[in-house]
Nanobody, 123 residues
């Protein structure tokens, strides 16, 4: 079974930046489309961004222009660079494989989630 380890979250002030990392454990991410998702207290989990095996990217409307997803297959890692963070970005962030296509989707293949990494944006 696929396993991912998320890291990089923390407490920041509005307008600051964070970089999240998603590392594949025990397998290669090379051929997978990977997405970032987040869940805030009392809200449904939502797709944030995804990246295909060849590097094509997708962003939700709420983060487009502020977040950048990238991958380094040599490090077996997918990154999410988050700029101009807002209080609305506060959530636990998860990564998971997503359905591929002509563009990557924000639809997870499995209903299986790790611990995630907490991002808190507060003044």
């Amino acid at each position: 079974q696929l396993q991912f380890v998320e890291s990089g979250g923390g407490l920041v002030h509005p307008g600051e930046s964070l970089t999240l990392s998603c590392v594949g454990s025990g397998f290669s991410l090379e051929h997978y489309a990977i997405g970032w998702f987040r869940q805030a207290p009392g809200k449904e989990r939502e797709g944030v961004s995804s990246i295909g095996a060849a590097g094509a990217t997708k962003y939700s409307e709420g983060v487009r222009g502020r977040f950048t997803i990238s991958r380094d297959d040599g490090q077996n890692t997918v990154f999410l660079l988050m700029h101009s963070l807002e209080s609305e970005d506060t959530a636990t962030y998860y990564c998971a494989p997503v359905w591929p296509g002509l563009e990557p989707t924000l639809k997870p293949i499995f209903d299986s989630w790790g611990q995630g990494t907490q991002v808190t944006v507060s003044s």
